[in-house]
């Protein structure tokens, strides 16, 4: 079976520039995470969906984040604008649901110059 | 708010070394769960505990979670290479799933 895809798997971009993360879940779960990491702050969680519908947002750190998830097997995490300290790597994880053991895909790195 | 703090937070070993890795909370968790994290990838999931007092082995990895389910332990017995990594711990809380703050071990040949 498929695990969690993410793409791209590395991103280099300019500050101001639009950064567009994605992100399929494991069929079947019903919550999706969105996290980010750095060797600073560790895994942050960003953003979860469940069944599709935003729940908690309140660690999207400003309103440059925005998460959108349009059907079950698809969700994206935009940056508009980017900032050099946007840069960290981005995880999103599926599970079946909301408080079960997450599945996490093998990350983007964002690079912010 | 609950929290999950690991200690150490890093971790820096001879090969054949024996070590233990703590995560500790002030609250109850219904069940916990210990990931490994190496370079360049995603967390992976080593085990899962869920009843008070409960022992799990995974070859030199010994998980015990606390008899309150406030606090667990991952033990590496005779630590090798291989182990070097980022070790979470993460437990569903009262309304969602929280992540420790992680250990990162380096074991040197």
């Known amino acids: 079976d498929a695990g969690v895809i993410q793409s791209p798997r590395h991103e280099v971009t300019e500050m101001g520039q639009e950064v567009t993360l994605r992100c399929k879940p494991i069929s079947g779960h019903n919550s999706l995470f969105w996290y980010r990491q750095t060797m600073m702050r560790g895994l942050e969680l960003l953003i979860y969906f469940n069944n599709n519908v935003p729940i908690d947002d309140s660690g999207m750190p400003e309103d440059r984040f925005s998460a959108k998830m349009p059907n079950a097997s698809f969700s994206t995490l935009k940056i508009q604008p980017s900032e050099p300290r946007d840069s960290a790597v981005y995880f999103c994880a599926s599970s079946p649901q909301t408080r079960d053991t997450q599945y996490f895909g093998p990350g983007t790195r964002l690079t912010v110059l | 708010t609950q929290l999950l703090e690991q200690s150490p937070q890093f971790l820096s070993i001879q090969e054949g070394e024996n070590l233990t890795v703590y995560c500790n909370s002030s609250?109850?968790?219904?069940?916990l769960q210990w990931y490994r994290q190496e370079p360049g990838e995603g967390p992976v999931l080593l085990v899962t505990?869920?009843?008070?007092?409960e022992v799990k082995k995974l070859k030199r990895l010994t998980f015990q979670f606390g008899d309150a389910r406030k606090d667990s332990s991952l033990h590496i017995t005779a630590a090798q290479p291989g182990d070097t990594g980022l070790y979470l711990c993460a437990g569903s809380g009262t309304y969602k799933y929280i992540f420790g703050t992680g250990t990162r071990l380096k074991v040197l040949a």
């Open positions: 609250s109850v968790f219904s069940s």
């Open positions: 505990v869920v009843t008070g007092g």
